[in-house]
Nanobody, 118 residues
C-alpha cells in the first residue's frame, strides 16, 4: 500500500509564498509519475504540475512561472513551491503518484488546504 502525506498548507495574503511537501511511502523511482492537483469548492479537480518519468515537468497555464514542482528521491518527498499566490489559487491541494511503469495516477494524499486572501 502506498501512502502520501501532504503538509505545508495554510493561509497567506496575495503575493505571498508557500511550499507544500508530500512524503511518499515508496521510493520515487524514475518509473513513477508524480503530480500535484487542486480542487476548489464547487469546482472539479485540476492538475497543477506533473513530473514525468523522464524528469520533465509540466504545469497548468494558470500557475506557469509562479509554481515549481520538484522531488527529492533520497527523501521520498515531492515539493510544490508556490510564489506570487493569488486568491484564485485557494483550494485543497493533493499530491499523487502513479503505479510503476505508468503515468496513471493511482495513489493520492489526503490533501492540504491553501487559502489566499486579497
Amino acid at each position: 500500500q502506498v501512502h502520501l502525506v501532504e503538509s505545508g498548507g495554510g493561509s497567506v495574503q496575495a503575493g505571498g509564498s508557500l511550499r507544500l511537501s508530500c512524503a511518499v511511502s515508496i521510493y520515487t523511482y524514475s518509473s513513477n509519475c508524480l503530480g500535484w492537483f487542486r480542487q476548489a469548492p464547487g469546482k472539479e479537480r485540476e492538475g497543477v504540475a506533473t513530473i514525468d518519468r523522464d524528469g520533465s515537468t509540466t504545469y497548468a497555464d494558470s500557475v506557469k512561472g509562479r509554481f515549481t514542482a520538484s522531488k527529492d528521491s533520497a527523501k521520498n518527498t515531492l515539493y510544490l513551491q508556490m510564489n506570487s499566490l493569488k486568491p484564485e489559487d485557494t483550494a485543497m491541494y493533493y499530491c499523487a503518484t502513479s503505479r510503476s511503469g505508468s503515468c496513471l495516477f493511482a495513489y493520492w494524499g489526503q490533501g492540504t488546504q491553501v487559502t489566499v486572501s486579497s
